[in-house]
Structures are given as C-alpha cells and as structure tokens.
Antibody, heavy 121, light 109 residues
Framework: VQLVQTGGGLIQPGGSLRLSCAVS????????MSWVRQAPGKGLEWVSV???????YHTDSVKGRFTISRDNSRNTLSLQMNSLRAEDTAVYYC????????????????WGQGTLVTVSS | QSVLTQPPSVSAAPGQKVIISCSGS????????ISWYQQLPGTAPKLLIY???KRPPGIPDRFSGSKSGTSATLGITGLQTGDEADYYC???????????FGGGTKLTV
C-alpha cells in the first residue's frame, strides 16, 4: 500500500489550494480515507474524512472551507482548501482509517509522506 | 488541551526500557481500542500498535501496548537511538463522536 501526496506550498490568507493523494494497493472507494494535519511543533489533528459510503466529515475549524473528495476511477483522494487562514499552516497527511463499525474509527494504518501548506502574506 | 493526556517527554538510556502513558476516560480509552503512532523526526507518523496491543507486520516485539481501565501504555524495551521520536496515542471518543489524539510524547534515548 502506498499513498503519494502532491500539492501544497505557500498561499496567501484567503486563498485556495488543492491537495491530492494517489493511492495504490487499496481502493479509496471501499475505505475510510482521511486528511490529518500537524501545525509546526504541534500534535496531530484529523481534518477531514470520507467514508466508504461517500459521506464526509470535517473538524469544526474547517467546516464550510475544506472539502474532501475522492476519484474512484483514478484511486485518488483530494482536499480542496478555501478561505485559508494562517492557522491552517501545517503539514498535511493523507491516511487510511480502519473502521470496522459504522462511525467508529479504530486506527490510521497507512499514511502519505506529508505536504507542507504555509498560509502567509 | 487534548482529551488524552500524555507526558510531554520521557528519556532513558540505550538498552533500557521506557513506558509512555496515555490517560483518558470511559468515553474514549475505557470503551474503545487504543492505537499508538511513532513519528520519527521529519517523517510521517507510522502505526505502531493497534487494538490496544497488536503490532502491524514489521513492527518489532520490542514495542508493546496495554490498556487498563481508562489508561493505556506503550512499552519499548532494548531502547535504540533510532527509537528517538514523538509517540502519539489515539482512540475514538464515543461522547464526542470524534477521533482524538494525545498531545504526543517526545522520547529521548
């Protein structure tokens, strides 16, 4: 299983950015997939999740600004980030979640390499 | 302030054993599986322990997990300098309906 991320970079406050995660070895359509971020010097925080049924979940601080999606034909995961703020500055990781029961996540087992998003003027 | 409490740092000498704790409540650790993640400097987190005490393929048996009540621990024996990393616990919180990570523990060997 491999998760290879692209995207990221420096963006001004209020701008938009799209992150992508190319997945091999597992199907994004059959799995819970997520984005997790880590602000500089801080801990891990889940940001967005799309479950196997296509339902999406976003942490409160990004609701209405970030959108998680998947392309089943290309087996990729994406995160569209709009109205970016300085506090969104972080390394973003895509990761697969093991969720044996509906709406209960058990662990994050495969991770991408991470991509840095810097929101600054 | 994280729902799961970890010590900010721990240290031990090479070859020794260290225990990293993760304290929570009945709504998270007490009623759900805990997992542990190792993040080596400058790299992505890696799953170390899942379902409280199971190791994914390739994780050496020097790493072990346990859970008792509303607390969990990660044990590392035969410490190596290559084990220097940040370690995070994580679990589902049934009251929040949300996933929670601990604040992380920096291990110095």
């Amino acid at each position: 299983v491999q998760l290879v991320q692209t995207g990221g970079g420096l963006i001004q406050p209020g701008g938009s950015l799209r992150l992508s995660c190319a997945v091999s070895g597992v199907s994004v359509s059959n799995n819970y997939m997520s984005w997790v971020r880590q602000a500089p010097g801080k801990g891990l925080e889940w940001v967005s999740v799309i479950d196997s049924g296509g339902r999406t979940y976003h942490t409160d601080s990004v609701k209405g600004r970030f959108t998680i999606s998947r392309d089943n034909s290309r087996n990729t995961l994406s995160l569209q980030m709009n109205s970016l703020r300085a506090e969104d500055t972080a390394v973003y990781y895509c990761a697969r979640i093991i969720a044996p029961r509906l709406d209960i996540w058990r662990e994050f087992d495969y991770w991408g390499q991470g991509t840095l998003v810097t929101v600054s003027s | 302030q994280s729902v799961l409490t970890q010590p900010p740092s721990v240290s031990a000498a090479p070859g020794q054993k260290v225990i990293i704790s993760c304290s929570g409540s009945t709504s998270n650790i007490g009623n759900n599986y805990i997992s542990w993640y190792q993040q080596l400097p400058g790299t992505a987190p890696k799953l170390l322990i899942y379902e409280n005490n199971k190791r994914p393929p390739g994780i050496p048996d020097r790493f072990s997990g346990s859970k008792s009540g509303t607390s969990a621990t990660l044990g590392i024996t035969g410490l190596q300098t290559g084990d220097e990393a940040d370690y995070y616990c994580g679990t589902w919180d049934s009251s929040l309906g949300d996933w929670v990570f601990g604040g992380g523990t920096k291990l110095t060997v």
